[in-house]
Each structure stands twice: as C-alpha cells, then as structure tokens.
C-alpha cells in the first residue's frame, strides 16, 4: 500500500469524540430571535398587507411559491372546472340543436352520441386531453359547436403549459441546491496572520461546481441614531480578506473565509464579554451559478453571539491519499482551542498590537502537554 503524506500535524486528525460541546454562555440572557435561520429562511412575517390583489398581478411566481399540495390541488380544480364548463357547454348545444331526443336514421346531431350531461362530461375530457373520440366526434352541423371546440383546446393548453412551467421550476428551485452547500455550525475568532479575524468555514458536498461564487457578509443588531431614532435591524457590510480584491471564491473543497477586525469592522470594539452580551447577528451568503443548470441559486445562514467561539481556530479537513486530496467531512465543524487576546481589536492595537501579545505570549512559561479532548470544539 503506498504511503499517506498528512498535509496537516498529526495531532489535528483526531476523529469527533462528541457533537454537543459548547462554550458556556451567560445565563439570565434573554435569547435574539433571529433576522436569519440556520437553514437560511428568514425569520419575517409580513403583516397588515393591504393591496393582496398584487399578487395576482404575477399569478406564475404566486403559483410557483405555494406549498405542494395547494399547487397541486388548485391545478386539480382547475382541470375538473373547465371539464365542467365545456360539458355545459355542449350539453347546451346538444339539447338547443334536440340532440337529446331520439330522432331517425337521416337526423344529423352537433355532437353525436350525447344524450344527457355525463356524455357531455365525458366528451368535454375526450376533447381537453385529447385522447380520442371514441363514438363521440363533431359533426359540420353546428357552427357553435366548432368555435367551442376551438376554444376548448385552448384553454386546455393553457392549462397544461402553466401546470407543466410551474412543476418545472418547483423542482427547478435554487434553493434546492443549497441544500448541499453547508455552513460550520460555528464561527470562530483568533490570530490569523498576525491580525484578528473572524472566521467561518463552507463547502459543497456535490462534484459539480457553482460558477462565479461569492460570498457576502453582514452584521445585524440593533443601534440608535445620533438623532434618537432606534433601527431595530441595522444591517451594516462586513468586508472578506480575499488576495484577489473581490468576494468571489473556487469552492471545490472546504473553504475558511476570514474576516479581519479592524477599524473598519463592527465587531472592533467588541471583547469576548461584550460579545456574549451584545445582541447581534452575522448573516452570511452564499451565492453562485449553478454549473448543471445554469440558473443562480443562494445559500444563507447566521450566527448568534453565542454561536461564535472566541479564541479558537477550524481542524483542517484535506489530507493528500494516493495522489487525491481527500476532504474528511467528520471535521467539518471541529475547531480547536488556540492563544487569542481575551480583549477587543481596538484595546489590542492600543495595547502594542499581535507582536506584543504574541512576545508576552514567548516568555511567560507554561507547561507543555499534548493535546486533550478538552481543547477541542466541535459542531
């Protein structure tokens, strides 16, 4: 068997020991509803509306939102209503032309063969899903009964090309490939080249790529204006650390994105303390093209304050097997407990910056042991 080449220490490839560690939070806390859910819906109930009559406006997106079962019933009732609107209608035809009545041999009918309401039924469905006559076909007798006929096929077209749009883009849904692009449970805060950064990871578990990826960012918590004016949910743009300047990505394995706290960040003032006591919410987006299918799909997701580990830093996951990286997703979310200043980024840069820590850091002795269980975290 061919040697392993680890490309990560030893000491980081331990198999998870447990699922539901967490940090210890502050107790008597009041708990943030979220603006995001983990799974990316939004947490909104839209209320008092008013002018309902607009989403009629744009039948096809309203069709294409609802749930399932309302989709498929109100297409059921669509179908067996316009069946029963032409089996009036030929039942009328038939019984002003007397089709109705038995007549002689030489008595040309509309319609032949209709002779009460269920044949009208039955050739109202023979006509609007076209699977044949049978003994039932129109005759050149009525002038009405080809203009209805015409008609008829129509609506039936109608029918089947929105039923068939709106199945195709409800399996087609964006959101249907997100469901394979995850976020880590947790988001981390440590020294990450010499600057402290704020960290969350993300990978997708299909072979197919999503084109063009990129990923944003935003803070949500609430703040007052200095004219007094309190915004309940102020979303403020929080910047990526990506070589290239921008925020797209090449998401074919894991991906740690990282951002640095600085004096442009809202999270500069904050400490571990304030952290856990401030209510905000980091809300992070995923969005890319679909390689497949071509079409944009989004993936979201956000971390609470308590969901957002302090002095700590993600397990790698890619070791190098045979000539292929290999992505162990048992470490996705594990992270591992790292020396991180225990104050803000703005009293770390008043107090000498990462060089002071990390020299304070060298010469204070401390015991050397190998890593335990307890210095791990995990999703």
């Known amino acids: 068997m ?3 080449k680890g490309l990560v220490p030893d000491d980081y490839l331990l198999t998870r020991l447990a699922e539901d560690v967490q940090q210890p939070k502050f107790k008597g ?7 995001v859910a983990k799974n990316g819906i939004c947490n909104v109930a839209h209320t008092n509306i008013r ?5 009629l406006q744009d039948v096809f997106t309203t069709l294409v939102d609802l749930k399932w079962l309302h989709t498929l019933i109100i297409f059921t009732m669509s179908f067996l209503c316009s069946w029963l609107l032409f089996a009036m209608a030929w039942w009328l035809i038939a019984f002003a032309h007397g089709d109705l009545d038995q007549k002689g041999d030489d008595f040309v009918p509309c319609v032949t063969d209709i002779h009460s309401f269920s044949s009208a039924f039955l050739f109202s469905i023979e006509v609007q899903v076209t699977i044949g006559f049978g003994g039932r076909m129109v005759t050149e007798e009525c002038l009405s009964a080809i203009v209805v006929l015409i008609i008829q096929n129509i609506v039936g077209l109608l029918i089947n090309a929105i039923m068939l749009g709106c199945i195709f883009m409800k399996t087609a849904q964006a959101n249907r490939r997100a469901e394979t692009l995850i976020f880590s449970k947790h988001a ?15 990978g997708d578990l299909r072979k197919s790529m999503i084109i063009s990826a990129t990923v944003r960012m935003q803070v949500v918590r609430r703040s007052t204006t200095p004219e007094g004016e309190v915004v309940p949910l102020d979303q403020i743009d929080i910047h990526m650390d990506n070589p290239v300047g921008t925020n797209g990505i090449f998401l074919v394995a894991p991906l740690i994105i990282c951002h640095i706290i600085n004096k442009d960040s809202p999270l500069y003032e904050l400490s571990p303390a304030d952290l856990q006591k401030n209510d905000i919410e980091v809300i992070v987006v995923l969005e890319g093209v679909v390689e497949t299918t071509g079409i944009t799909t989004q993936a979201r997701t956000s971390y609470l304050s308590e969901e957002i580990l302090w002095g700590q830093r993600f397990v790698p996951t890619i070791t190098e097997e045979e000539g292929t990286y290999a992505v162990d997703y048992s470490k996705f979310g594990n992270a591992i407990r790292v020396p991180t200043p225990s104050c803000s980024a703005k009293k770390l840069d008043e107090d000498g910056g990462i060089a002071r820590f990390k020299l304070h850091e060298h010469s204070t002795p401390r015991p050397s042991h190998t890593p335990s269980t307890k210095d791990y975290m995990f999703k």
């Open 188 to 202: 981390v805060i440590s020294i990450r080249n010499n600057r402290l950064c704020f960290m969350i990871r993300l």
């Open 2 to 4: 061919l040697s392993r």
């Open 29 to 35: 806390k009041a708990r943030k509803a979220r603006f």
């Open 51 to 55: 002018e309902q009559g607009r989403f």
